[in-house]
């Protein structure tokens, strides 16, 4: 028997139609104007706190500025945000995740990326950032998405640090050649972390370097006899390598993907015990 809606049933169905493309309108002129306002500065653009960090936070395109990245290599289109995982990517990056849907984060990590390719040398470089950085600073995350992207952009960052002793910089790199290159000249005050999952992750052994690794589950970083790190805390304020669990939505059906759901699941249950322990307690 063929199905035959009734002309409410149509007219119903017309009409979310209608204001999903009305709602999907006015996003992208918002978006425009966004962009419009955004192409106006001549500065770059910080963000400040997140869930893990509380402090000032700046971020390149994830994937375009990650010139070694590899098994979490993906890239969120610069107009569409449509999603490209690299050749050899197992973990898909959660910053190129979050690019993805949220175009004006979107837009700002392109915007510091154009800014920074546009000079021509570390010292225009440092004159950048120097102007743009926050006055109030005091933690400074270098690429929540995106990495250090030449030698000069990376040296320029190492001179920020020199001229603020009493700001702490810290970033996660898989750009090791860079570090390797200055390795005898890093401020104390700069804290770096290099990130598993690189073209070039041989250099963590043979120079020593702290690292940070990715691992599906605790008991795999258990197991690998590294602390997991759940605020960044162990970024910048503790020595030694350490453990970050998966984070981010991955590729359907993948491990990771399966990982990523048993966690964010175990999260909603200890929200809703915390919570019956606080109403508890309450009614005590």
Not at 57 to 78: D, E, K, Q, Y
Not at 104 to 117: E, G, M, S, T, Y
Request: net charge positive.
């Amino acid at each position: 028997m063929k199905y035959s809606m009734s002309k409410r049933a149509v007219a119903a169905r017309a009409k979310k139609t209608d204001m999903r493309a009305a709602k999907a309108q006015a996003a992208a002129l918002r978006h425009a104007r966004f962009k419009a306002k955004l192409a106006l500065r001549d500065t770059l653009t910080f963000s400040k706190n997140n869930a893990k960090v509380t402090g000032h936070i700046i971020s390149l395109p994830a994937g375009h500025a990650c010139v070694f990245a590899n098994t979490c290599l993906a890239f969120a289109h610069r107009d569409t945000g449509k999603i490209t995982d690299g050749e050899n990517a197992i973990v898909r990056c959660f910053a190129a995740t979050g690019e993805s849907w949220a175009s004006n984060a979107r837009a700002i990590h392109w915007h510091n990326f154009d800014l920074l390719r546009a000079c021509r040398t570390a010292p225009e470089m440092v004159a950048l950032i120097a102007r743009s950085l926050p006055q109030d600073a005091q933690l400074v995350r270098i690429h929540a998405a995106g990495d250090y992207f030449n030698q000069r952009y990376f040296d320029a960052w190492l001179e920020i640090a020199r001229a603020l002793p009493q700001v702490t910089f810290y970033s996660y790199t898989k750009a090791l050649p860079f570090w390797i290159n200055r390795l005898h000249c890093i401020p104390q005050n700069f804290h770096l972390t290099a990130s598993k999952g690189g073209t070039h992750d041989h250099l963590i052994a043979l120079h020593n370097l702290r690292y940070a690794e990715v691992f599906n589950y605790a008991r795999e970083a258990r197991a690998a006899g590294l602390p997991i790190d759940h605020d960044d805390t162990h970024a910048w304020k503790t020595p030694g390598s350490f453990a970050l669990l998966i984070h981010g939505t991955q590729r359907a059906g993948s491990v990771q993907a399966k990982a990523w759901s048993v966690q964010r699941a175990a999260k909603r249950k200890a929200k809703l015990r915390a919570a019956a322990k606080a109403a508890a307690a309450a009614a005590a």
